[in-house]
Every structure is written in C-alpha cells, then in structure tokens.
C-alpha cells in the first residue's frame, strides 16, 4: 500500500504520467498519428484527443515504475487502483455526452439523441446547415460556429432539428457499462472471497475490454477500421490479454493483501 505521506505524490502522478500523458500519446500513436510529422502539437491537450487505452497503459506503466522505487506489491496496488476506476470513466464519459462528442451510430431508437457536432465530421449535413442557418445570422457561415451556437440560440437549433441524424447516446451506454455495472462487478469480487494480488486488476482489464467492444457496435464507428474491427475493438483486445495475463500470474504464484490489525 501507499504509505499515507505519500498518497498526493502518487494521485498527481496517477493523473500526469498516466492519464494525461498516456491518454494523450495513445491517443496520438493509436489514433492520429499524422501527429508526428508536428510535434508541438501533441503538446496542445486544450484542444481535444485522449485515447482511455492509453490512459491504461499510462497507468499500468507508471504504477510498476513506482512500485519497483517503493519496494511495494505493484499487482496490490493495482487491485486497490482499479477499483476506483470505474468512477472516473462514468464522469469521464459523462462530460462526452455533455460535450456531444463520441456520439453514435445512427438509429431509430424512442431515445435517439441528435449531436450537433456530428456537423464537423459529415460534410453534407455542414453544407445543409450552414445554408439554413446562414440565413438566421450571417455570422453562422461555417460548421465550427453553428457549433458553438446551437446551445444559446433557439432558432439555431430549431433549424437544425431537420438536418440533424437521431444517434445513439453511446456515451451514457458507455456511462453504465464502464462506470456503474464495472465498478459493481470489481467491488462485489472485492469484497467478497479473498482473492490474490492481480485479480482485481485483471478482472478490470477484461470487463473494461468486452464492454468497450460491445459498446463499439453503437458508436461511430472510426473513418479508419483495422480489418472487421474498430480501432477501440481492436485495441481492447490486447487488454484482454493483459487482463487474462494478470489472472493467470495471480492464480500461479499467489501473494494476498496484508489484513489491517487494529490498534
């Protein structure tokens, strides 16, 4: 365990090393790697890209460097890591739906939602909605700025109701899955039978894995796919692996929590 000293030294780097720079550079390396050719790019986070892959990989990185410096169980660490998890992906994927990103496929749905940003990815619905809005304020000549009107402007998205496609929240589904139903699952194994350091962990990294593949069938799907797959698929099969390697060294060579002792 993290001696108590130490707990704000270990949060800051949970977030830093892993969640922002390992967030960014998944996202950089997995998903624009065209990123490259411009540097100084990868530094502007403000405007937008982090990959939740890895985000893990970030921190499955960073936990072992800082286990290996303390002289602490990383795979405890991990299990007591993993469990809080789920709290941040259900926030996280709160404020994408907020933001109206990561939207999903189109649909029928009684709960179908529309996405104006869907604007800034499909051109003939921009083109449509740049005619139709123009007309409201000339300013409105470019999807970026139909964008960041449509929310203080009801003419704007009256107007906008028509040319719009009804979507998936995939964000809420993803919401759910990876937030609540993740964070159920981990903590009834938790406390439930005793279980060796790097269960929890790979349990995490398993769960998190099938749902994100499931929950891909209801997203957008990538402009880019890697055979039958999307990128999130496909990258959530080497968590899989992860997660089954962490169950299979845990039931092998087990090592188990130390029970708090009271004083």
């Known amino acids: 365990m993290v001696r108590p000293c130490l707990c704000a030294d270990f949060i800051t780097g949970c977030a830093l090393f ?37 985000g893990m990989l970030g921190l499955l990185l960073f936990t072992f460097y800082y286990a290996h410096r303390h002289k602490i169980s990383w795979t405890n660490l991990g299990d007591n890591l993993v469990v809080t998890a789920p709290i941040g992906l259900f926030f996280g994927r ?25 604007l800034l990815d499909h051109p003939q ?52 899955f990876e937030g609540i139903v993740l964070f159920a699952i981990l903590w009834f194994v938790r406390t439930g ?21 499931i929950i891909e069938n209801f997203r957008e799907p990538d402009a880019e796919l890697i055979g039958p797959f999307t990128r999130g698929q496909f990258f959530s099969f080497f968590l899989i692996a992860i997660g089954i390697a962490f169950v299979i060294a845990a039931k092998k060579h087990p090592t188990y929590p130390r029970k708090m002792t009271k004083h």
């Open 18 to 54: 892993g969640v922002i720079i390992g967030g960014r550079l998944g996202y950089v390396l997995f998903y624009k790697p065209e990123m490259l050719r411009e540097p100084l790019s990868i530094l502007r986070v403000w405007e937008g890209g982090m990959s939740s892959h890895g």
């Open 94 to 118: 709160c404020a994408n739906f907020i933001n109206g990103e990561l939207y999903g496929r189109i649909t029928n749905v009684p709960w179908a939602m529309q996405f104006p940003k869907e």
């Open 125 to 176: 619905e921009a083109e449509r909605a740049v005619a139709a809005c123009a007309q409201i304020d000339p300013a409105l000549n470019a999807p970026d700025a139909i964008v960041n009107a449509v929310h203080n402007h009801r003419e704007v998205a009256t107007a906008l109701r028509s040319i719009l496609t009804p979507r998936h929240p995939s964000q809420i589904y993803e919401a759910f």
């Open 193 to 213: 039978t005793r279980q060796p350091n790097g269960v929890l962990t790979g349990l995490f990294f398993i769960c998190y894995a099938i749902f994100r593949i």
